[in-house]
């Protein structure tokens, strides 16, 4: 509480009352969340994953129950951040549109340490737009324990996964959505992978990228125009 004097009368005091919120982790639900609740706990949970991480700071958690979400966008001021679901990427999904949007961007590069962790991205697109073709399905951050799937590049020189790290993630039916440019298009570009498993992709498995006990099989990256 803080107590300020009125000068004209000391009989009388104004009291105001500040409420500090020193929340650290963060709740998100798809079923019953609202993005009007605080995010607080299960109960008072966000609805979508983008209001949760509105509302975080560098240095905090945030928790994702099982459902579909939609894209999310997170700036390097938030850094260090962790988005974690709860039962994995079997039932967790970050989903983008064939409008044109990625499923996740977590900043410029590798150097940014936002991480998802047990995660789907599923359905990122990308078309002929510097700011959008490079990495159509995340681009920077971390991604731990994530599948990477039927994400889409539709211009040339472009990559579904950009300047990212990844650690025992799949990579799986991928690449440029016509073929037209297999020869050019890179299903990993400027990344570390660790123990992941790249597999049945139009386009080159890993360009400028370091591979370290991966497996990368059925790629299709000749022809093409």
């Known amino acids: 509480?803080?107590?300020?004097?009125?000068?004209?009368?000391?009989?009388?005091?104004?009291?105001?009352?500040?409420?500090?919120?020193?929340?650290?982790i963060w709740y998100v639900n798809s079923a019953n969340g609202s993005d009007s609740a605080d995010g607080f706990s299960w109960k008072t949970a966000k609805k979508t994953i983008q209001a949760a991480i509105d509302c975080a700071v560098a240095g905090n958690k945030i928790l994702v129950a099982d459902g579909t979400y939609a894209m999310i966008d997170v700036s390097a001021g938030k850094a260090p951040l962790l988005i974690m679901s709860v039962n994995g990427s079997g039932m967790t999904v970050i989903r983008g549109?064939?409008?044109?949007?990625?499923?996740?961007?977590?900043?410029?590069?590798?150097a940014c340490a936002v991480?998802?962790?047990?995660?789907?991205l599923d359905h990122g697109n990308a078309y002929e737009s510097d700011?959008?073709?490079?990495?159509?399905?995340?681009?920077?951050?971390?991604?731990?324990?994530?599948?990477?799937?039927?994400c889409r590049d539709w211009s040339y020189y472009g990559s579904v996964v950009h300047k990212s790290s990844l650690s025992?993630?799949?990579?799986?039916?991928?690449?440029?959505?016509d073929g037209s440019y297999r020869n050019l298009n890179r299903i990993l570009e400027?990344?570390?992978?660790?123990?992941?498993?790249i597999k049945d992709c139009n386009g080159i498995g890993a360009y400028k990228s370091a591979l370290i006990g991966c497996t990368v099989t059925r790629l299709y990256a000749e022809g093409g125009k």
Do not use: M, W
């Open 1 to 24: 509480k803080i107590t300020a004097p009125n000068y004209a009368d000391y009989k009388h005091q104004a009291k105001v009352t500040i409420k500090v919120s020193e929340n650290s």
């Open 97 to 110: 549109s064939e409008s044109g949007s990625r499923c996740a961007l977590l900043g410029d590069d590798t």
């Open 115 to 120: 991480t998802i962790k047990g995660f789907t």
């Open 131 to 150: 700011s959008i073709r490079y990495g159509a399905a995340v681009r920077g951050g971390i991604l731990e324990d994530c599948v990477i799937q039927n």
């Open 168 to 177: 025992n993630c799949v990579v799986r039916n991928c690449g440029l959505a």
């Open 190 to 197: 400027g990344c570390t992978a660790i123990d992941c498993v």
